[in-house]
């Protein structure tokens, strides 16, 4: 952006003129200028959370009442029937462990893969960082998260289970999961504008995504040989990390540098996308 000041307008007032320019580089992320945007960004946020429990009864009651039903679904069908090993872990809370990440994550790219398209009335009347809106998308649901963790914790006092030391560790897995989810919907917000399949396409993802991740079995059940491939996905070692943190589970280092290695490889490209499609976003949407 460049500010040309001293031009003369009408009645020989100076004026300033900016100029919005498109970024130069593949990898642009100006930090200085998300952080001048950061109320908008606020605005963005309490916006979703509006829109999401706007005219429903039970409003915030949603965050504990969709990981508890998948939790006894799941405890049902996979802990009892099926009979899949837990690692000595009660079954339902192995899973609940598991499942507030993938809710998170899960919310989150589905928000942010719609979010440029919903705002393109205002993509074309006025300038702020493009990049703010799949960024709010998954922002947002960390509301739901945090209201998630009293039921879990209802559980873990029910079951007798007290986290060690490694629940101070837990904060840092929260961030991967919130850049997990912001490296995927980078590029599925920048896709959408110009393919709107994704966008319907992004709740079948989800469903093939959430059994390709130890959200129901553990690691054990994967064959060694798999272990590569299957670390490829990054949910893999939020979720790992999520269960050392609480519930003081082993996690398999391999598996989970694997998959750290996988998030930055889509974080990284994503941005670069995002910022080779920037400038044309406006107008396509």
Known sequence: MVQVEGQPAEGGLPVDIRIIEPPRSRFSLDLRELWAYR?????FIWRDVKVRYKQTMLGFLWALIQPLFMMLIFTIFFGRLARIPSENIPYPLFCLVALLPWQFFAEGIARSTTSIVNHASLMTKVYFPRILLPLAGILSPLIDLSIAFTLLAVVMFYFGVVPGVTLLLLPIFVILALITSFAVGVWLSALNVYYRDFQYSVPFLIQIWLFASPVIYPVSVIPE???IVWGL???????????????????????TLTSLGALVLLLVTGLMYFAHVEQNLADVV
Not at 39 to 43: A, C, D, K, M, T
Not at 233 to 255: A, K
């Open 225 to 227: 040989e798999w272990h």
């Open 39 to 43: 109320e908008l960004l606020y605005f």
């Open 233 to 255: 996905n990054p949910m893999v070692g939020v979720i790992e990390g999520f269960r050392w943190s609480l519930l003081g589970t082993t996690p398999s280092v391999g598996l």
